[in-house]
């Protein structure tokens, strides 16, 4: 995300790198929801299965609007310039991230949750 609004100032030599690092990003993000669901056994009923569920819807937005990115913005394996879509959902999924991250915080700090 930052390289594409980056780009907007540096050019090509910037949101070049944007096509990888999504992809990177998209299926790190994968595996960290697998992980997720396995630990979702491990949340109590109540508050805290509420935060997961949260936690757990904001960050598909996120991987599903980054994708939805990545996708519409390849030509042949490689990135095109970042456009108007392409920064909105950028930014959609920046707010997703920062709204899941938090949820995950709440998780992990007020229910304890993932810690030993």
């Not at 999504?22 to 508050?47: D, F, K, Q």
């Not at 991987?63 to 519409?72: I, M, N, S, Y």
């Not at 930014?91 to 998780?107: E, I, N, Q, S, T």
């Amino acid at each position: 995300m930052l390289s594409d609004f980056a780009g907007l100032y540096f050019g090509a030599a910037a949101w070049s790198w944007s096509g990888g690092l999504l992809a990177t990003g998209c299926l790190m993000a994968i595996v960290a929801m697998l992980a997720g669901v396995v630990e979702l056994t491990r949340v109590p009923e109540g508050p805290a299965l509420r935060d997961a569920w949260w936690h757990m819807g904001a960050m598909l937005v996120a991987l599903v609007l980054f994708a939805t990115r990545l996708l519409l913005r390849l030509d042949h394996r490689k990135a095109l310039a970042p456009d108007l879509v392409s920064l909105l959902l950028d930014a959609g999924g920046f707010v997703a991230l920062a709204v899941g991250g938090w949820f995950g915080g709440r998780l992990v700090y007020q229910h304890g949750i993932g810690r030993s």
